[in-house]
């Protein structure tokens, strides 16, 4: 059966269409592959087995009834931070361990309409906290590719899941980078819509205005297709745009004449000291790929990069520790069992149930809210993101699309930054600013390094031209011919 669980969602898709292979076979190859490789990987916080199986069998009768579509009885993994109905999501937090919603978050239900089948939830760094999903309160993720090493973070179960073959796609969520830098570490594709996109009802918020929902695939196909069902205008989110979605995957057939001619612009700021040789040449091999494809490449500069992490860490944990209030143990989530008054009630239930980094994360933020340090820290922030947007107008200006690395190391060993916070942020230096300014952001696969070890490359672009990085990535991908990317957990 593991030749079901090679095929990527369009020639799986395919083949359900053309009713090759049965919506039950599929699930079930796919939950043999949990059973079998996902001890070692751990990608999953709850395995739906009998939920699947339904699932699989409702997916079938619509294909029986010629009521396909393009999702139907494919099998997906989701990130435990998209509210599923009568399923469990932990948000890999002891605050929610048996948190069960009533209600499926908007990008849940437009894949159940389209007769998704759903595995189940994969684990992260607890609320989206983190870049490696050590973080998660109740197991580390390990990396497919290297099973000593980080899969990246928050979405390190979802890009390990896609990279393993233990789902077919898998959704994620992106604040700083969240989704494109475990998709680097993973060897998949990842990508960051722009801000309101996709709708975020349903998401558990980190912090509100940087949070995205996207999709991790095995491919730009792939991606495109998960796009093309998630996007779109959603009255239950106000930060949802109503703008018109394109045919994501239709939009591809134009990519090779797209290219001719196309402006990609690289920052100067992102090719730095600190940054590894590998990647380094990695990346600029690439981009010299898609220049000899037609591009024209040229030298930009976005002068606020450097302030980018200072600016995230300050505005991202001042929005976490307002979200995260409402966990005080009395209206869901865990409660501590002995207390005497209302107040001590509060202070263990938030002591217990919040792991060390998204108590740290809570300190920071509400030290930057705090009325003497307000303006010194959260106004002077936003300020600063102010900046960091107005370089990336000017850029699109000079070019259609940004490159850049994606991380500046391959994945890194487990343990290896969890005692430096410091260095941990870091690793995000080159996806926060996509955030900051609510740009499309996507990480692809464009090398394997001399240990084996996957390495990405970004491209941005402009607000709503997410369909401009898929044509870029597809002629990439094309080019490149890194092939089927198989990680070592399923050669061993």
């Known amino acids: 059966m593991s030749?079901?669980?090679?095929?990527?969602?369009?020639?799986?898709?395919?083949?359900?269409?053309?009713?090759?292979?049965?919506?039950?076979?599929?699930?079930?190859?796919?939950?043999?592959?949990?059973?079998?490789?996902?001890?070692?990987?751990?990608?999953?916080?709850?395995?739906?087995?009998?939920?699947?199986?339904?699932?699989?069998?409702?997916?079938?009768?619509?294909?029986?009834?010629?009521?396909?579509?393009?999702?139907?009885?494919?099998?997906?993994?989701?990130?435990?931070v998209l509210c599923t109905k009568g399923?469990?999501?932990?948000?890999?937090?002891?605050?929610?361990?048996?948190?069960?919603?009533?209600?499926?978050?908007?990008?849940?239900?437009?894949?159940?309409?389209?007769?998704?089948?759903?595995?189940?939830?994969?684990?992260?760094?607890?609320?989206?906290?983190?870049?490696?999903?050590?973080?998660?309160?109740?197991?580390?993720?390990?990396?497919?590719?290297?099973?000593?090493?980080?899969?990246?973070?928050?979405?390190?179960?979802?890009?390990?899941?896609?990279?393993?073959?233990?789902?077919?796609?898998?959704?994620?969520?992106?604040?700083?980078?969240?989704?494109?830098?475990?998709?680097?570490?993973?060897?998949?594709?990842?990508?960051?819509?722009?801000?309101?996109?996709?709708?975020?009802f349903g998401l558990v918020a980190f912090a509100s205005s940087l949070d995205q929902v996207g999709p991790i695939c095995r491919d730009i196909k792939d991606c495109a297709m998960l796009m093309n069902v998630i996007s779109g205008h959603d009255p239950k989110d106000s930060t949802s745009v109503d703008f018109p979605v394109p045919d994501y995957l239709e939009s591809l057939k134009e990519a090779e004449t797209f290219i001719k001619g196309l402006k990609i612009g690289l920052p100067k700021e992102y090719f730095v000291?600190?940054?590894?040789?590998?990647?380094?040449?990695?990346?600029?091999?690439?981009?010299?790929?898609?220049?000899?494809?037609?591009?024209?490449?040229?030298?930009?500069?976005?002068?606020?990069?450097?302030?980018?992490?200072?600016?995230?860490?300050?505005?991202?944990?001042?929005?976490?520790?307002?979200?995260?209030?409402?966990?005080?143990?009395?209206?869901?989530?865990?409660?501590?069992?002995?207390?005497?008054?209302?107040?001590?009630?509060?202070k263990k239930t938030r002591a217990q149930g919040f792991g060390p980094e998204v108590k740290r994360r809570i300190m920071i933020g509400t030290y930057a809210l705090s009325a003497g340090y307000y303006d010194?820290?959260?106004?002077?922030?936003?300020?600063?993101?102010?900046?960091?947007?107005?370089?990336?107008?000017?850029?699109?200006?000079?070019c259609d699309v940004i490159a850049t690395p994606v991380t500046p190391t391959p994945a890194f060993k487990l343990g290896e930054k969890l005692d430096d916070p410091l260095q941990m942020y870091l690793s995000d230096i080159f996806t926060i600013s996509v955030n900051l300014a609510g740009i499309p952001g996507l990480s692809m696969p464009c090398a394997i390094s001399s240990k084996g070890l996957p390495i990405g490359i970004q491209f941005m672009s402009d607000y709503f031209k997410e369909d401009v990085l898929l044509k870029v990535g597809y002629m990439l991908e094309q080019n490149l011919a890194l092939g089927r990317k198989i990680p070592k957990v399923l050669k061993d």
């Open 3 to 80: 030749e079901i669980t090679e095929l990527t969602v369009y020639e799986l898709s395919e083949k359900l269409k053309a009713k090759e292979v049965s919506c039950e076979d599929v699930t079930k190859a796919y939950l043999e592959q949990i059973e079998r490789i996902d001890p070692l990987v751990k990608s999953y916080l709850t395995v739906t087995k009998d939920i699947a199986i339904k699932q699989a069998k409702k997916a079938q009768e619509k294909i029986d009834s010629n009521n396909w579509q393009p999702f139907t009885g494919v099998p997906l993994g989701i990130k435990d």
């Open 87 to 200: 399923v469990r999501t932990t948000c890999a937090s002891k605050m929610l361990e048996n948190f069960v919603p009533p209600y499926d978050a908007t990008v849940i239900e437009k894949l159940k309409e389209q007769g998704a089948v759903f595995l189940g939830k994969l684990n992260m760094d607890e609320f989206a906290m983190g870049s490696s999903t050590e973080n998660s309160a109740f197991f580390p993720t390990h990396n497919p590719w290297d099973l000593d090493r980080v899969p990246g973070g928050s979405s390190g179960g979802s890009a390990a899941a896609v990279s393993a073959r233990l789902c077919a796609a898998s959704l994620g969520s992106d604040t700083g980078g969240s989704i494109r830098q475990p998709a680097s570490h993973c060897g998949v594709v990842g990508m960051k819509p722009t801000y309101g996109r996709v709708s975020r």
């Open 273 to 346: 000291s600190g940054l590894d040789k590998e990647v380094e040449e990695s990346v600029k091999a690439a981009i010299n790929k898609l220049s000899s494809l037609g591009a024209e490449i040229i030298e930009i500069s976005l002068p606020h990069t450097e302030y980018a992490i200072a600016t995230y860490y300050l505005i991202a944990p001042a929005e976490a520790c307002s979200n995260l209030s409402r966990y005080d143990g009395v209206k869901y989530g865990f409660r501590a069992k002995e207390y005497q008054n209302l107040s001590e009630m509060y």
């Open 376 to 398: 010194a820290y959260y106004k002077k922030a936003s300020q600063v993101r102010t900046l960091i947007i107005k370089d990336f107008k000017d850029a699109f200006n000079k």
